[in-house]
């Protein structure tokens, strides 16, 4: 699944291209997520002066409202001058004057949805629940430390719920935690504020890292340039069970938390 590195390098990779792009056409051809939210035709005419991202979202923003972008389970966007024929899973083309946008999306829980404002309900319905960006200034440790002590829920589930910092995803979360030697199931309101400090630092190291490296690599994933085959994030927990720790040796154990692995050291991240 694109979590926010993957999303944010996709935007990275086409953001400037398609700044000041005129929309020559807009093909839905199968049904996403969600429905588009206005005529296709409507979008004809109209420039795209920005493309932002706001947790797993993209959101271009047009000269008159704006599309929200989501890749869903197994999404991707490229933007190319020559996309050739859509292939069966290829449900969305936005032609513009700099190039053609096409969402591949073969499980469709993707979605582009058009939003009149960004304030307009149909926009924060989407957006309105996010939590904090991990890599802004707005992420401060103080709040983030309140939120900890505010939750009983077991830290990964807190960071994964995504109210408190957005875009921490299953494979980051589980990494993070390692970085500053949290178990997992520690209850979030337990944790201090030293500990909260570290794991702060390693929230945004460890998406930091995975965006300069192109986001981690990932079965359907490609950048906006159709590239696949990104760099590995060299994970020292996530899908590492049994194999042992990078650290201490120990055997990396795995467990399920709310539907979701997630892996840790025993020796590492003792509480
Ligand atoms: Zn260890």
């Not at 390693?202 to 159709?226: E, H, K, P, Y």
Request: charged fraction near 25%; include cysteine.
């Amino acid at each position: 699944m694109p979590e926010l590195p993957e999303v944010e390098v996709t935007r990275l990779s086409f953001a400037d291209r398609i700044k000041d792009a005129q929309i020559v056409s807009v093909r839905m051809r199968k049904p996403l997520r969600w429905p588009l939210g206005c005529a296709e035709d409507m979008l004809q005419g109209r420039w795209v002066r920005s493309v932002r991202r706001r947790g797993k979202y993209l959101l271009l923003d047009l000269d008159d409202g704006l599309l929200l972008l989501h890749l869903g389970m197994s999404g991707s966007l490229a933007f190319s001058d020559m996309p050739g024929l859509p292939g069966v899973h290829d449900h969305f083309d936005m032609v513009t004057t700099r190039g053609t946008l096409r969402l591949h999306d073969p499980r469709r829980f993707g979605a582009v949805v058009f939003a009149a404002e960004e304030a307009s309900p149909v926009a924060q319905k989407l957006l309105g629940h996010l939590g904090v960006e991990p890599l802004t200034d707005a992420f401060g440790l103080p709040a983030f430390h309140a939120g900890l002590r505010a939750r009983s829920a077991p830290v990964k589930q807190v960071l994964l719920a995504g109210d408190l910092v957005v875009g921490v995803g299953n494979i980051y979360a589980s990494e993070a935690l390692f970085l500053a030697g949290i178990r997992p199931t520690t209850r979030a309101s337990r944790i201090g504020l030293e500990r909260a400090g570290r794991l702060h630092r390693a929230i945004q190291d460890v998406l930091r890292r995975a965006v300069q490296q192109g986001g981690s690599t990932l079965r359907d994933f490609s950048n906006a340039q159709g590239q696949s085959g990104y760099f590995q994030l060299e994970a020292m927990v996530y899908g590492r069970e049994n194999q042992p720790c990078r650290t201490c040796g120990t055997p990396i154990q795995s467990i399920r938390q709310g539907q979701r692995a997630t892996y840790f050291c025993s020796r590492c991240q003792r509480s």
